[in-house]
């Protein structure tokens, strides 16, 4: 069965600090790959999916980037953070244009 | 208008009544429709998909989809205290994007 994993499942960071959050699945091969952002009593924004190796779209433009080294790897980084991308990020997988699974997420706080 | 619509809540049932959730979607073009769980602090969980007008059960939970009437609903059966969580509807559009509603706080009490 698949599985999804992302950590670090906490952090805390200073503003201006950097960030590498990552993301890996198991079970599957050749992915879509996806990076949501929830804040705080809000919805789920879409901010990068990947339909495979160094393939990256952007849904929205900020100071955060993503990666995919590899086939099942997903990573999103930061030069730079902000006090505004503190939040709950969600890594997600799909085989194809269909239903997407979810990881355990990362808590962001940017301080 | 938001592409996928739903009342924040929170929905409040008594255990073992019938919690009915909906969600209103703005492309007609949209083809696939998901219910996701998310308990507090948690990542969404998938519960439900459906594909074709009428109804999916699935144990104690029944998804509704009218694409006429670009509605789609969650009903949850014989509801327990377990199931208070937040239920995100989410649709594949028309240009094959996943969008999500901000999802229904369902609170359920013994």
């Known amino acids: 069965s698949q599985t999804i994993h992302q950590w670090p499942a906490t952090l805390v960071q200073p503003v201006g600090s950097p960030l590498s959050l990552e993301c890996t699945v198991e079970?599957?091969?050749?992915?879509?790959l996806y990076w949501y952002r929830q804040a705080a009593g809000r919805g789920l924004q879409l901010l990068f999916y990947?339909?495979?190796?160094?393939?990256i779209s952007s849904e929205v433009p900020q100071n955060l980037s993503a990666s995919r080294p590899q086939d099942r790897q997903f990573i999103l980084s930061s030069k730079k953070l902000l006090l505004s991308d503190s939040g709950f990020y969600l890594c997600?997988?799909?085989?194809?244009?269909?239903?997407?699974?979810f990881g355990p997420g990362t808590r962001l706080t940017v301080l | 208008q938001k592409e996928v619509e739903q009342n924040s809540g929170p929905l409040s049932v008594p255990e073992g009544a019938i919690a009915s959730l909906n969600c209103t979607y703005s492309?007609?073009?949209?083809?696939?429709f998901f219910w996701y769980r998310q308990y507090s602090g948690k990542s969404p969980e998938l519960i439900m998909s459906?594909?074709?007008?009428g109804d999916k059960e699935d144990g104690r939970f029944t998804a509704q989809l009218n694409k006429a009437s670009q509605y789609v609903s969650l009903l949850i059966r014989d509801s327990q205290p377990s199931d208070s969580a937040t239920y995100l509807c989410?649709?594949?559009?028309?240009?094959?994007?996943?969008?999500f509603g901000t999802g229904t706080r369902l609170l359920v009490s013994p």
């Open positions: 990947s339909v495979g190796i160094g393939q």
């Open positions: 459906i594909y074709s007008n």
């Open positions: 492309d007609r073009g949209s083809q696939s």
């Open positions: 989410a649709v594949l559009t028309g240009f094959q994007k996943l969008v």
């Open positions: 997600a997988w799909s085989l194809g244009v269909n239903e997407q699974f």
């Open positions: 079970g599957t091969s050749n992915p879509n």
